[in-house]
């Protein structure tokens, strides 16, 4: 079956332009995480969704990121003025369960490359 | 220091060899995961522990909760294990700690 899906893969913005980063999980699952992965580094937690509820929100690194999953499906990142700082990888993933659940495997998307210049 | 450390950072060595890979971490976990991430970002979830020793293939996972370490060991290294290796720390149901990754290198 299909797994989490990200667009576009790609992004060169200018310094101060917004962006909008969508990932779509795997039909069914709960729980949608993003991610932000520095050239080099490991991924970093930015924010967590249980359906349509975002449950944790404390890796946003400034008041200019904002992630909304308002169906409980299909979540956008949205990233405003953005500044060189903000280029990395951005991965989402999904898992099946909610909270609730003691096992939860993360299925992660292929990412978004945000290049800022 | 970070929450989730692991060595080497890069590793690089001849078809064949044996490769270990070192993770340790200073938080309380509820799981320790290992990853495979391939250059265009695609990650992939290799192991899942909480105790004792997993084997699937080539790949073996230990992990000592007393001494907070783990390692990934791959038998009869192939060009095609070339990849970063992540290490992550799940703390309660959902939250993962993440490694900075091994670089790993496979000379044929």
């Known amino acids: 079956g299909a797994g989490v899906s990200q667009s576009p893969r790609y992004k060169v913005a200018k310094r101060g332009q917004d962006v909008a980063l969508r990932c779509d999980p795997i039909s069914g699952h709960v729980s949608l995480f993003w991610y932000q992965q520095a050239l080099g580094q490991g991924p970093e937690f930015l924010t967590y969704?249980?359906?349509?509820?975002?449950?944790?929100k404390s890796g946003l690194p400034s008041d200019r990121f904002f992630a909304e999953r308002p169906e409980g499906s299909v979540s956008t990142l949205k990233i405003q003025r953005t500044q060189q700082e903000d280029s990395a990888v951005y991965l989402c993933?999904?898992?099946?369960?909610?909270?609730?659940?003691?096992?939860?495997?993360?299925?992660f998307g292929p990412g978004t490359r945000l290049t800022v210049l | 220091k970070n929450e989730v450390e692991q060595s080497p950072q890069n590793l690089t060595a001849q078809e064949g060899e044996f490769i270990t890979i070192n993770c340790s971490y200073s938080?309380?976990?509820?799981?320790l995961h290992w990853l495979q991430q391939h250059p265009g970002g695609g990650i992939v979830s290799l192991f899942m522990?909480?105790?004792g020793k997993k084997k699937h293939g080539r790949l073996i996972a230990t992990i000592n909760i007393q001494e907070k370490h783990s390692s990934l060991h791959i038998t009869a290294s192939h060009p095609r294990d070339s990849a970063v290796y992540i290490c992550a720390a799940r703390q309660g149901a959902q939250k993962l700690v993440f490694g900075q990754g091994t670089r790993l290198t496979i000379n044929p």
């Open positions: 522990l909480s105790s």
């Open positions: 938080v309380g976990i509820s799981a």
């Open positions: 993933a999904s898992s099946l369960m909610g909270q609730s659940s003691s096992y939860n495997e993360q299925f």
């Open positions: 969704f249980q359906n349509e509820a975002q449950l944790d």
